[in-house]
């Protein structure tokens, strides 16, 4: 299972970008579908979160720019990034943790400019 991100891009500080992440094939037993990102040298961090039960969380810094959704049925994430900040410039991973398995995404470029 491959997991394909598309949305990436650059912008001005203010604009907006969505993310979206999809299963190259069925994935059983979903629980988790989440966006990380890795800025240059920094850990990577959680961005937002969706449990298939639960509701979204999301990291301080995005609550309120930014939001996750998902449709199950086409094992796709989805990540609306709203009045960026040059702070939020990394490289962007999706996540899919089911039962039985972890997949990551190859990751894709945000770079926000001032």
Not at 41 to 70: C, H, M, Q
């Amino acid at each position: 299972v491959q997991l394909v991100e598309s949305g990436g891009g650059s912008v001005q500080a203010g604009g907006t970008l969505g993310l979206s992440c999809a299963a190259s094939k069925n994935i059983a037993d979903i629980t988790f579908m989440g966006w990380y990102r890795q800025a240059p040298g920094k850990e990577r961090e959680l961005v937002a979160g969706i449990p298939t039960i639960g509701s979204a969380n999301y990291a301080d810094s995005v609550k309120g720019r930014f939001t996750i959704s998902r449709d199950n049925a086409k094992k796709t994430v989805y990540l609306q990034m709203n009045s960026l900040k040059p702070e939020d410039t990394a490289v962007y991973y999706c996540r899919i943790e089911a039962i039985l398995s972890t997949y990551w995404g190859q990751g894709t470029q945000v770079t926000i400019s001032e």
